[in-house]
Structure formats: C-alpha cells, structure tokens
C-alpha cells in the first residue's frame, strides 16, 4: 500500500491550497483518513480527519477554513484549505486506516508528506 501526497505549493497569505492523497494497493475497507501537518520544530498535530459514517474532526485553527473530503471509489481523500495563513506553514501529511480480513487486522499507512509554505 502507498499513499501518495500533492497539492502543495508556495501561496501569499489569504490565498487556498487543495492537497490530494491518493492510496493504491490492497488497502481493504477504508476506516477513515485524515491529514496532518508538522511545522519545523513542532509536534505533528491533526488538522482534519473523516471517519466513516463521515463524521469529521478539525482542529480548532483550521476551522471554518478547511474542508477534509473523500472518495472511497477512487481511494482518494483531499484538503480544501481557504484563507490561508502563515502559521498554516508546515508539511501535510495524509494517514489512512483501514481494515483487512483473514487474517483481521487494521494497519494504518501515511504518505510522504507535501509542503505547504504561506508568506505574509
């Protein structure tokens, strides 16, 4: 299984970004995606997650700004991100959790990450 990120870029401040994440392989039934980010020197954090039963999860900085969508058909989970700022700054990541049987398992995958740089 990979997961292949892209979409970001260099933007002024006010500007948006759509990221795109792609999944291919045996990835089994999708239990959720999500993206993160890590700016230089900081933790990664959550930015957006979409479970199934679409139910969604934001940070709190990045609310009413970003909106976090899937494809199940395509394998395919993406970002809008609106307004953007420079503390947005840092590289996205996307995560995918998924569920294969015989044997029952749940691994989770992440990709390798795009930047997204915001100047004021």
């Known amino acids: 299984v990979q997961l292949q990120a892209s979409g970001g870029g260099l933007v002024q401040a006010g500007e948006s970004l759509r990221l795109s994440c792609a999944a291919s392989?045996?990835?089994?039934?999708?239990?959720?995606m999500g993206w993160y980010r890590q700016a230089p020197g900081k933790s990664r954090e959550l930015v957006a997650s979409l479970a199934n039963g679409r139910s969604t999860d934001y940070a709190d900085s990045v609310k009413g700004r970003f909106i976090i969508s899937r494809d199940d058909a395509k394998k395919m989970a993406y970002l809008e991100m609106n307004s953007l700022k420079p503390e947005d700054t840092a590289v996205y990541y996307c995560?995918?959790?998924?569920?294969?049987?015989?044997?029952?398992?749940?691994?989770?995958?992440w990709g390798q990450g795009t930047q997204v740089t915001v100047s004021s």
């Open positions: 392989g045996n990835i089994g039934r999708i239990l959720g």
């Open positions: 995560k995918l959790a998924t569920e294969l049987f015989k044997p029952n398992r749940r691994p989770i995958y």
